[in-house]
Each structure stands twice: as structure tokens, then as C-alpha cells.
């Protein structure tokens, strides 16, 4: 009985995964694999987690034109500092969207396909998408950076992260010359 009260309760749909299952192939040629249809490929510490709307949701999009419902919703996003990359543009920081979603009506949904990730884990991260719509799911090859040693094996070393460009570089350096610039023209 008690059960059932919490699954009312709690009012979240949970929509199961459907991976597809594993070929006869190698790892190595999973990873390669993986690298090629991944858009990003980096190595980063979860740091935070935060909803955010404007986010578009295929479910929740679906449902509002199927049922006519007008429901307001936001999307659960990752934050990850990075630590390596291997493809992409990555800076110093990434965002990550997921299918997860708390609605203005006091329930959610989120899809059995999201990778639950942990803040303050660090994972190798296989990722999809274009500029700030970046994804990755339970079916790539996202894992903690503690069990993809047969992955940063073949990858390879990778490379640093570079700053955005409207981060403030605080190499001391930089900072010197604009100031040293800034008195010369007073």
C-alpha cells in the first residue's frame, strides 16, 4: 500500500531505453566506433546540476500537442569541468542536456536512456549534438573515468581544455600588459 502512495506521489513518467545490443566487435573498434559518431569526446568532473527552461523536450512537446495541455517545464542540464577532449570544440566547460524535466504542475518525466551521472565524478563522455544542445545517453560509451582504461588507452593522451573566449584569462602575464597598456594611455 505504501508503495503504491509513493508512486502517486511521486508522479514522475520514467520512459524505458531500448540500447541496441552489443555486436561481436572488439573494443577497439567500439571506441572507434563511438569516436566517429560522437561529436564530442571529452574527459570532465561532474560540478553541478540545474534546471533550465526554453530547453525543448520531445516528450514533453509531444504531449502538449497529443493532449492539448499547456504545461511549462524545465530541463535538467549537467555542468562538467573539463579535464581532457579528444573531438570537438570543448572549452573549459560543458553543458549537457538531458530528457529529464520538472513540470509547472508538480510532476516530471525523465527516460530510462539519460546516463546518471554523480556530482563530483569524473566521466569519459561520448557526446552528441550541436553547440549548446550537446547530449549523451546509457547507451554510448559515457562511463566513469575510473573504468575506461581500455578507452583512454586507444584515444590516447588528449588534449587541455582551451578558456572561452569571454572568460577572463587570469594569467598574470595578460594581466600586466593591460594594465601596463592602460597607464601608458591615461
Known sequence: MAFVICLLLGA????????????????????????????????????????????????MESLKKDSGRQVDYETLVVKFQVERWWKGEVTTEI??????????????????????FKKGESYLIYAN???????????????????????????????????KKNEPNKSLDVRAKQLLFMNIFR
Do not use: H, M
Not at 101 to 111: A, I, P, R
Not at 141 to 156: H, M, N, S, V, Y
Open 12 to 59: 514522475t513518467e520514467v520512459f524505458a531505453c531500448g540500447c541496441p545490443g552489443s555486436s561481436d566487435t572488439n573494443v577497439s573498434d567500439e571506441v572507434k566506433y563511438a569516436f566517429q559518431k560522437s561529436t564530442v569526446v571529452f574527459a570532465g568532473k561532474a560540478v553541478g546540476f540545474e534546471y533550465r527552461k526554453g530547453i525543448p523536450n520531445q516528450y
Open 95 to 116: 553543458i549537457l542536456l538531458t530528457s529529464e524535466t520538472k513540470n509547472s504542475d508538480g510532476t516530471g518525466s525523465n527516460s530510462g536512456c539519460d546516463y546518471s
Open 129 to 163: 549534438g550541436k553547440g549548446s544542445q550537446l547530449r549523451t545517453d546509457a547507451c554510448s560509451r559515457t562511463k566513469l573515468l575510473t573504468k575506461a582504461e581500455a578507452d583512454l588507452k586507444i584515444l590516447g593522451e588528449g588534449k587541455e581544455p582551451v578558456e
